[in-house]
């Protein structure tokens, strides 16, 4: 199996080229890809493959899609088929979708510029050139309301937000670095049913926060794209413009406008080779 390593801002990925379909990537072998002693070690899998492949599928009744999008094969030619370090199916990486696009203009399967990428969220833009940072369209936030979470014995309490998966942005008064994030949050299922990714924020300047996140399906991560679209919408609230977001692994840059949320930032090739 031919792979890939890449991150963004340190939300490190496993890339597996599949244009036609050919793997069979079950969850306990995207768990031993992620393994970070016995694998690869990743926080999550990007399977390439092309929309049309993908589309039949989920025609076939395998999970690529997960029932949540159809009809993009006309628009992109490509699908983010994305995986947890788990092996459970995820909707949307904001880090991922930067990472996979910077993946097929190196690889030759995309030319620089801007193009849509599919994934089980919708259709994302992204824009990027031969080198540098990579842009993401990450569509309009929602806002569905307030919410809870107890990590480590204490209770946080934060907006419920969706980028296409769901999120919990808690505004806290401490250094995000005096947090304990070593074991998964508990919440009420009832409330977020499809699991929730906890953020938790500090404003450290003018537009500026610094954060921290456990990702449902992966646990602590360096960095997360969709988390920190949605901490930079929690900390702006009606406000529009550029918010910078410092995460473990470096910086990212969130623009709200009144009808979307841009994600920008690095996404790095780091090897490539054979897995076993």
């Known amino acids: 199996m031919r792979f890939v390593k890449g991150h963004g801002t340190e939300n490190d990925f496993v890339i597996l080229p599949d244009p036609d379909g050919v793997l069979e990537l079950t969850p306990a072998t995207v768990a031993a890809l992620c393994d970070r002693r016995a694998g690869i070690g990743a926080d999550g899998v990007l399977r390439v493959v092309r929309t049309k492949v993908a589309e039949a599928e989920e025609a076939a009744g395998v999970a690529a899609f997960a029932g949540a999008s159809e009809g993009f094969a006309d ?74 979470a107890e990590l480590a014995g204490r209770t946080y309490e934060g907006l419920r937000i969706s980028m296409g998966n769901p999120h919990l942005a808690c505004l806290i008064a401490e250094p995000v670095g005096t947090l304990d994030l070593t074991r998964a949050p508990s919440f009420d299922p009832a409330v977020f049913q499809d699991g929730v990714n906890v953020e938790l924020f500090r404003p450290v300047g003018d537009r500026h926060v610094e954060m921290r996140v456990y990702e449902r399906g992966s646990g602590e991560t360096r960095s997360c794209g969709t988390g920190a679209v949605a901490t930079a919408v929690a900390a702006a609230g009606d406000a529009m413009g550029e918010w910078r977001v410092t995460v473990p692994g470096g910086d990212v840059f969130v623009t709200i406008t009144p009808t979307s949320t841009h994600l920008r930032g690095p996404a790095i090739l780091v090897a490539d080779g054979t897995f076993r």
Do not use: H, K
Request: aromatic letters at 8%; a negative charge; glycine letters at 14%.
């Open 75 to 148: 628009e992109a030619e490509w699908f983010m088929d994305y995986r947890n370090a788990d092996g459970s199916i995820a909707e949307m990486c904001g880090n991922g979708v930067r990472v996979f696009a910077r993946y097929l203009v190196d690889a030759g399967l995309a030319a620089p510029g801007e193009w849509p990428v599919a994934t089980r969220a919708g259709l994302r833009r992204v824009t990027l050139g031969a080198t540098g940072d990579v842009s993401v369209d990450m569509g309009p936030s929602l806002v569905q309301g307030t919410g809870s």
